[in-house]
């Protein structure tokens, strides 16, 4: 059916999938494959809060953003590993925080992606809501309302929460220095960065990156 989202991590035979015997029509299919043990606990996580299988209206923008792909087709694409985590993360967040409050069709749904998909996009760049409401032609305040009913957290906390998953997962997976991690996610001042870091995850970046730890 259109519209439908399949979720899996591969060989997981509790979520294997067949063409029905019966099936008169191909399957076409948007399809987009991870690799990696903190992919593999998301997916996890997302099937067993959700199924694996849903649904979401074409105009979502994971949706827009993998027909983006389309253009590209028979071709290799390298992305840098900092491209590929904003993909990630962007396609994961855009998924999960819709189904946390289990609406696809509310009038704020698409207010709220375009603004997720904005944060993402200018990761490295110290935006502010008032930027973001600005290049969307809304209001604050009213960009605000939409996030607190959407998502129960206002566009600033959600800016902070999508920096600190990506500088913790920039943290773990290269030998960057503390100081260009909080550049790549829009901070001039690496204190800064430290304490908004520490404040998420209860440690620093240091403290982190020496533990090993990887916080729930």
């Avoid at 299919?29 to 959700?50: H, P, Q, T």
Wanted: charged share 20%.
């Amino acid at each position: 059916m259109a519209g439908t989202v399949f979720i899996h991590n591969h060989y997981d035979p509790h979520t294997s999938y067949y063409y029905p015997p019966e099936g008169s029509k191909p399957w076409v299919f948007l399809w987009i494959s991870f690799d990696g043990k903190s992919l593999e606990a998301m997916v996890a996580d997302l099937v067993k809060r959700y199924g694996c299988i849903f649904t979401l209206p074409e105009n979502h923008p994971v949706i827009k953003r993998m027909r983006a792909f389309k253009g590209l087709e028979s071709t290799v694409q390298v992305l840098s590993p900092l491209n590929a985590a904003g993909l990630v993360m962007s396609i994961f967040t855009g998924v999960s925080d819709r189904l946390e409050k289990g609406i696809l069709d509310n009038p704020y749904s698409e207010l709220v992606g375009q603004a997720q998909s904005l944060i993402v996009e200018n990761m490295a760049e110290p935006i502010s809501i008032t930027e973001i409401a600005d290049k969307m032609q809304v209001s604050r305040e009213h960009l605000s309302r939409a996030f607190r009913r959407q998502i129960d957290a206002s566009p600033q906390e959600y800016i902070i929460r999508v920096k600190m998953q990506f500088a913790q997962d920039i943290l773990r997976n290269t030998s960057y220095s503390c100081k260009e991690i909080a550049e790549r996610v829009g901070y001039d001042s690496p204190s800064c960065f430290n304490r908004a870091f520490k404040r998420v995850y209860g440690m620093t970046p240091q403290t982190m990156r020496k533990s090993g730890i990887i916080p729930e």
